[in-house]
Structures are given as C-alpha cells and as structure tokens.
Nanobody, 120 residues
Framework: QVQLVESGGGLVQPGGSLRLSCAAS????????MGWGRQAPGKQRELVAY???????NYVDSVKGRFSISRDNGKNTVDLQMNSLKPEDTAVYYC??????????????WGQGTQVTVSS
C-alpha cells in the first residue's frame, strides 16, 4: 500500500500563487507516475497534472502555463506550483500515484486532499 499526504492548501486572491506538496510513504517501489487532481463543488474530479519517474510532465489545458509539477524521487515527494490562480481553480486538490503498469487516466492511490480557495 501507498500513503499520500498533501499540504500547502489555503486561501489566495486571484492572481496569487500557492505551492502544494505531497509526501508518499509505504510501498514506494510500486509507484511510477505521480500527479495531482482536483474536485470543485458540484463537479467531477479531474486530473490536473502528472509527472513520470523520469520527469515527463503532462497538464490539463486549463492550467498549462500557470501550474508546474515537480518531483523529488529521493524524498518521494511531488509538488504543484500554482501561479496566476483564478477563482475557477477553487477545489479540493488531491495527490495521486499510479503503479508501473497502471493507466495515467486511472490512479491507483489517492491522498485525502487539501482545500484551495481562490477568492478576493
């Protein structure tokens, strides 16, 4: 099993920045891809960004150019730097992880989530 713990959420004004962090523990060898998803009130959860073990990254169109995902394999952490935040970025953000033979569209493990609220 893999445990994922997020931190760094909070309230920020439009145009501001936040950095989310996620620490993985447990069966780390069973992880390949790590990423972030989010769920806004009344909406389905969406996958926002992911990074593979060798550093390939992918982003949903709505955050390209504003969000940046990074990973420290030695520390088993993955971060999401969010800049130029918009009210529509308000959501609970979840860290996720995928096993080596898993699908990037179907994460195997999820964290508990951290709230991000963008509001003036």
């Amino acid at each position: 099993q893999v445990q994922l713990v997020e931190s760094g959420g909070g309230l920020v004004q439009p145009g501001g920045s936040l950095r989310l962090s996620c620490a993985a523990s447990g069966s780390i060898s069973s992880i390949n891809v790590m990423g972030w998803g989010r769920q806004a009130p009344g909406k389905q959860r969406e996958l926002v960004a992911y990074i593979t073990g060798n550093g390939y990254t992918n982003y949903v169109d709505s955050v390209k150019g504003r969000f940046s995902i990074s990973r420290d394999n030695g520390k088993n952490t993955v971060d999401l730097q969010m800049n130029s935040l918009k009210p529509e970025d308000t959501a609970v953000y979840y860290c996720y992880a995928i096993r080596p033979r898993g699908s990037v569209s179907a994460p195997d493990y999820w964290g508990q989530g951290t709230q991000v609220t963008v509001s003036s």
